[in-house]
């Protein structure tokens, strides 16, 4: 659509609103208002306060026009007059009568009631008619898909006072509206104390650019979030201008690239153009790999992008620094930047914005618990320790699931099984209803199951386990053991890598130790047995032929990582075999311990079999031998324990 037809249907809407507001004005004003208030000529109301009849008056510098009343109380009278610009004593003149004046109104309740009137009938008018305006606009705009893009940026939306958008119009198209105030703070950003730390002196210098140019100090121009998905890039650079209290620009780089070639050099030029006049701002670019590619990556190059990221080049290095702009990038792929846009002066600074550690990611759930009704004896620690390696998104995405479980449940607030059960339905999905498994193939995944907790139970540093399921989850996955963590650790040792490769191996172990034959469900163990393995040659040093030679280079680190052989074709080879060896060996250690307790893997598998899902310590008391007198069971499990127990007994005799 045309701009110009643009502009005119709006100013034809505008000019509804106002005429609708005026009738009603009209209307409404003598009934309520003008009623009791009589209006006077200049020189009747000089007289008035000359005979002392004036008992207040009021000035209103806009209208000029001048209210006063006579008499007081109930026989209180309401007069206005236009003001007489010429007269220059009436300030003299009413402090020598002693009538009290103010530039406030003269309370008359009557005229406030025209007014709330007013606003009651007149603002919902006003909202209607530029609400369908807005609306008539979007079904425009979505029907002819017209040249502009997707680049308005209601930026004001969703937060109090969100009528910042409708500053664009009128405009050219290419137009990224600033947020006045992002609503959001460092408060609002749990466990990335570092990441905070560096910001906030950005956030310092916002407040105050004065302070440092005085000083002669160069603030950075640009500053880069570096991090996995969910971690909280877009909310801290949300939070810095929050705290500063200044605009915010938020464009997406995929914004700048657009079809057809210098529409995107435009859009950066409009983007710097307004920050400038907004300054102190933040001009926030998120996913900036899209436009800050580097240049020679690949064979296809995209002229478009190419403008645009030069553009940007040169817009940083322009721009008035002693303003007050912080250009504010964020990326997960930091290995793919253009070498020009990290050189000083442009995105100097890199800050890292890591998966959160325990402590971390505690903190982010109690953040985001604290908009959820929750039981009070909730227990987050738990849920912390039960998700090492979620961002942030994944940790409120738990809390929120476990909210809409206690809804479905018909609960009034968030129980720790709520809790518990998000963690799975976001770690391994939704259960599956659809899917019956027949007995035959619960038996098999039964012995799967235990066969990876009885590895891992009997192993030294293997984490406990906590849970143990057979129940099918829309993921694919039709069962799984869960082990949790006590302590949060960042080094992994040769030997614990080991024994993580039996228990991934413990599934398909069980499965050949009891059924001799084997199923397709250890792919996915097979998978992750296979990467570790690889990682623990090519990457930590962990065998013994390669000893310390990298043999890979990681890739996207912050997008799962995987990593690329740099060795010669020969090399590639033998590395495959030694991570045939490692696997291997893991593999006969996994059946040697199942073996050893073939009958506690009987015992366990059929309980599993029966009760589908157990928890941790079920499942130790079993293995340890201490029975279940405690805990609670259905009839049909405790026939089957029994019955294991009695070949338990057997074993001893
Ligand atoms: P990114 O930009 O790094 O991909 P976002 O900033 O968009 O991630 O985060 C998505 C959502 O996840 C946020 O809106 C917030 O609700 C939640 N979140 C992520 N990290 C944190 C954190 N550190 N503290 C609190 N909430 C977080
Ligand atoms: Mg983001
Ligand atoms: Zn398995």
Redesign the pocket.
């Known amino acids: 659509m045309n701009q110009k037809k643009k502009r005119q249907s709006m100013i034809l809407y505008v000019l509804i609103a106002i005429a609708v507001l005026l009738v009603l004005r009209t209307v409404v004003y003598p009934t309520f208002d003008t009623q009791k208030v009589s209006e006077v000529d200049y020189s009747t109301f000089v007289s008035m306060v000359g005979d002392n009849q004036v008992t207040q008056v009021q000035l209103d510098e806009n209208n000029k026009t001048i209210s006063f009343k006579t008499g007081d109380g109930d026989s209180a009278t309401y007069y206005k007059t236009n003001q007489f610009p010429g007269d220059t004593d009436l300030v003299k003149r009413l402090t020598e009568h002693n009538v009290p004046f103010s530039a406030e109104p003269v309370q008359n309740s009557n005229s406030n009631l025209g007014w709330i009137v007013l606003m009651i009938y007149g603002l919902p008018i006003l909202a209607l008619v530029l609400g369908g305006w807005l609306l008539n606009r979007q079904l425009k705009k979505s029907m002819t898909d017209d040249d502009e893009g997707p680049s308005m940026n209601f930026g004001g939306g969703g937060f109090p006072g969100g009528f910042g958008g409708l500053g664009g119009f009128g405009k050219s198209g290419a137009k990224v509206v600033a947020q006045k105030a992002t609503g959001v703070t460092f408060k ?5 104390d570092e990441a905070k730390e560096s910001l906030e002196e950005i956030v310092s210098f916002l407040e105050k650019p004065k302070r440092y140019e005085s000083i002669g100090a160069k603030l950075p121009r640009g500053a880069l ?1 570096v ?10 650079a949300k939070a810095v201008a929050g705290e500063a209290g200044v605009p915010f620009f938020n464009i997406a780089g995929s914004e700048f690239v657009e079809m057809f070639v210098g529409r995107g050099a435009a859009k950066v030029r409009d983007l710097f153009k307004q920050a400038n006049e907004k300054a102190p701002c933040i001009v926030f670019i ?1 996913e900036i790999d899209t436009v800050g590619k580097r240049r020679d990556a690949g064979l296809t190059t995209n002229d478009e992008r190419e403008q645009t990221l030069n553009q940007l080049l040169t817009e940083m290095d322009g721009f008035d620094n002693h303003k007050g702009i912080v250009v504010l990038g ?1 990326t ?1 792929r930091p290995d793919t930047l253009d070498q020009a846009l990290l050189r000083p002066g442009r995105f100097d600074r890199r800050i890292p ?1 890591e998966l ?1 550690d325990l402590a ?1 990611r505690k ?2 759930l109690l ?2 618990a604290n908009d959820v009704k929750m039981d009070s004896d909730i227990d987050l620690d738990i849920i912390a320790r039960a998700t090492p390696g979620a ?3 994944d ?2 995405n738990i809390i929120n699931e476990a909210a809409l479980r206690a809804v479905r449940m018909g609960r009034q607030k968030v129980s720790q099984e709520d809790l518990t059960e998000a963690v799975e339905v976001v770690i391994a999905g939704e259960k599956r209803k659809s899917t019956v498994l027949s007995e035959e193939e619960k038996k098999i995944v039964s012995y799967h199951e235990i066969g990876h907790a009885i590895v891992a139970a009997a192993q030294k540093k293997q984490a406990p386990v906590s849970k143990i399921t057979i129940v099918p989850r829309t993921s694919g996955a039709l069962g799984y053991t869960m082990q949790v963590e006590e302590d949060e650790h960042f080094l992994v040792s040769k030997q614990e890598a080991m024994e993580q490769l039996s228990v991934l191996c413990g599934g398909r172990a069980s499965e050949e130790l009891i059924f001799k034959e084997i199923t397709t469900g250890a792919s996915n163990d097979i998978e992750r047995a296979t990467k570790l393995a690889r990682n623990m040659v090519t990457q930590y040093g962990m065998s013994d032929k390669f000893g310390m030679v990298a043999l890979g280079e990681i890739n996207n680190r912050y997008l799962g990582g995987n990593s690329d052989l740099v060795c010669s074709e020969g090399t590639a080879q033998e590395i495959d075999i030694e991570v045939q060896n490692l696997v291997e060996t893991a593999h006969q250690n996994a059946l040697r311990i199942l073996k050893e307790n073939q009958f506690k893997l009987h015992e366990l598998a059929r309980y599993l079999q029966v009760k589908e899902t157990i928890t941790g310590e079920e499942f130790m008391r079993l293995f340890k031998n201490e029975g279940l007198k405690d805990i609670p069971q259905t009839g049909a499990s405790q026939a089957s324990t029994s019955q294991a127990s009695e070949t338990e007994k057997d074993k001893k005799q």
Do not use: F, M, R
């Not at 991090?227 to 801290?236: D, E, H, V, Y």
């Open positions: 609002d950003v749990a466990g990335q979030l991090g996995p998905p969910g971690t909280g890039k877009t909310l801290l998120d964020a997960n914005v959160p971390g903190a982010i953040l985001h961002s942030g998104a940790l409120s």
